[in-house]
């Protein structure tokens, strides 16, 4: 199945997006190694390519939560469910490895879920950047911890905006 490229700038550098017919298979920072096709021929994967720089570029405005795209991914039944709970994870919050763990009923397995994590080949759409370690630190993440910070700092600006609603402040009635 034929795979289409496109580069998406961003402020926070430029993302790579690659798509076949049946969804979006990557987003990654750095260009891929794999041929791919830049052209603008009409295909569903350009479809896909098109849906995913727009919500990816709302949701670095702020402007979008969560995503509504296709996705074609592959990975062994383990990584599937870690990415699964990384879905599942609310705007603006963070889980540790551990609680991904217990959440894929694997307690125990702490450090492959921090493999599933850094094998992500999502990042944003399936937002690995909200996994934080059990202290509090933000651990690793292939953009770089920079762009981790951000990406969380974005998030978290974005719902202090949406609560921050003025106090009642009663008003003395006059001419009554």
Not at 78 to 99: C, D, H, M
């Amino acid at each position: 199945m034929p795979f289409h490229l496109r580069q998406l700038k961003t402020d926070l550098g430029v993302l790579y997006l690659l798509a076949s017919d049946l969804g979006l298979r990557r987003v990654q920072w750095i260009q891929p190694t794999l041929a791919a096709s830049t052209a603008k021929a009409r295909s569903l994967a350009t479809s896909h390519l098109e849906s995913a720089s727009h919500q990816i570029e709302e949701y670095l405005r702020g402007m979008r939560c969560e995503f509504d795209l296709a996705l074609d991914l592959e990975g062994t039944d383990f990584q599937l469910k870690v990415w699964k709970a990384l879905r599942e994870i609310p705007y603006g919050q963070t889980f540790s490895y551990q609680q991904i763990a217990l959440s894929v009923g694997k307690a125990r397995a702490v450090r492959a879920v921090g493999m599933a994590n850094k094998r992500n080949p999502l990042p944003i759409i399936i937002p690995c950047h909200r996994v934080i370690n059990s202290s509090g630190e933000l651990g690793g993440y292939l953009g770089g911890l920079k762009v981790k910070a951000a990406l969380l700092q974005l998030e978290k600006s974005r719902l202090d905006r949406a609560l921050d609603v003025k106090p009642f402040v009663e008003m003395p009635l006059q001419g009554l």
